[in-house]
């Protein structure tokens, strides 16, 4: 399994496009300040929001290529020899999904510490509720990355995972506070516990322990249950 992800770890690092989407993600920062600096306007963002607006503004990157990763060996033609290797599918996904992960992280946290660094100027700090923000939105890609994995296994061609990633999610999270509606309870708010919002429905009520905990569980959930999925319906698939 380690020889695994080692070579899965060479395959990310020979992307261009991972080399060029973290590019991108780290000038989002610096654009802002000197944006900022342009309009001779104090640059007084709060952390947080700085954050916010750079994850969703570059998710797009990320999905790119988590999805360029995880479909190179369909089509280059190297899984089959990695599986003629003696490494089983259930290892393969596995590995796929700890390097998106690695991936993942490097573009994510670069920036993010960029930003706090021009912020910090201005008397931010981490403060505990800064914290538990930005922890329960990692888990939360935790488990989004695990989508996008899955759903790239499934598919195998870069065209139709790429579709699925970037438009499935954002279906899915659209229709669910209309089966709300027909479904016709306030107990549960089914659209705060679809993947791409579980981090935001803990924020939203209050930045703790509690809540941290709520968009663990739930994320390891969608992790454990999205993987299983991937192995059941790939049990079967030729590998080419």
């Given at each position: 399994?380690?020889?695994?992800?080692?070579?899965?770890?060479?395959?990310?690092?020979?992307?261009?496009?991972?080399?060029?989407?973290?590019?991108?993600?780290?000038?989002?920062?610096?654009?802002?300040?000197?944006?900022?600096?342009?309009?001779?306007?104090?640059?007084?963002?709060?952390?947080?929001?700085?954050?916010?607006?750079?994850?969703?503004?570059?998710e797009?990157?990320?999905?790119?290529?988590?999805v360029?990763?995880?479909?190179?060996?369909?089509?280059?033609?190297?899984?089959?020899?990695?599986?003629?290797?003696?490494?089983?599918?259930?290892?393969?996904?596995?590995?796929?999904?700890?390097?998106?992960?690695?991936?993942?992280?490097?573009?994510?946290?670069?920036?993010?510490?960029?930003?706090?660094?021009i912020?910090?100027?201005?008397?931010?700090?981490?403060?505990?509720?800064?914290?538990?923000?930005?922890?329960?939105?990692?888990?939360?890609?935790?488990?989004?990355?695990?989508?996008?994995v899955?759903?790239?296994?499934?598919?195998?061609?870069?065209?139709?995972?790429?579709?699925?990633?970037?438009?499935g999610?954002?279906?899915?999270?659209?229709?669910?506070?209309?089966?709300?509606?027909?479904?016709?309870?306030?107990?549960?708010?089914?659209?705060?516990?679809?993947?791409?919002?579980?981090?935001?429905?803990?924020?939203?009520?209050?930045p703790?322990?509690v809540?941290?905990?709520?968009?663990?569980?739930?994320?390891?959930?969608?992790?454990?249950?999205?993987?299983?999925?991937?192995?059941?319906?790939?049990k079967?698939?030729?590998?080419?």
């Amino acid at each position: 399994m380690k020889r695994l992800v080692k070579l899965q770890l060479r395959n990310l690092f020979s992307l261009k496009s991972f080399y060029i989407c973290s590019a991108l993600m780290l000038l989002s920062p610096i654009i802002n300040l000197v944006a900022s600096l342009l309009i001779k306007k104090e640059f007084t963002a709060t952390f947080i929001p700085e954050v916010s607006s750079l994850l969703s503004s570059t998710e797009i990157l990320i999905t790119v290529v988590i999805v360029l990763f995880a479909c190179l060996d369909s089509n280059d033609g190297t899984l089959k020899n990695i599986i003629s290797r003696g490494y089983t599918k259930k290892q393969y996904l596995l590995s796929k999904y700890i390097v998106a992960l690695v991936a993942t992280l490097i573009m994510y946290l670069v920036p993010i510490i960029l930003t706090f660094v021009i912020t910090i100027g201005n008397g931010m700090g981490f403060e505990s509720k800064y914290i538990y923000y930005i922890l329960a939105y990692l888990m939360q890609i935790g488990a989004t990355i695990c989508l996008y994995v899955v759903l790239s296994y499934i598919f195998e061609k870069i065209g139709p995972s790429m579709v699925a990633c970037l438009i499935g999610p954002n279906i899915i999270g659209t229709a669910l506070p209309l089966l709300q509606l027909l479904v016709k309870t306030k107990k549960i708010n089914i659209a705060n516990y679809w993947i791409t919002n579980i981090a935001g429905n803990a924020i939203v009520k209050s930045p703790d322990i509690v809540n941290l905990l709520v968009v663990a569980g739930l994320s390891v959930v969608y992790i454990i249950g999205l993987l299983s999925l991937g192995l059941y319906l790939g049990k079967k698939k030729e590998v080419k």
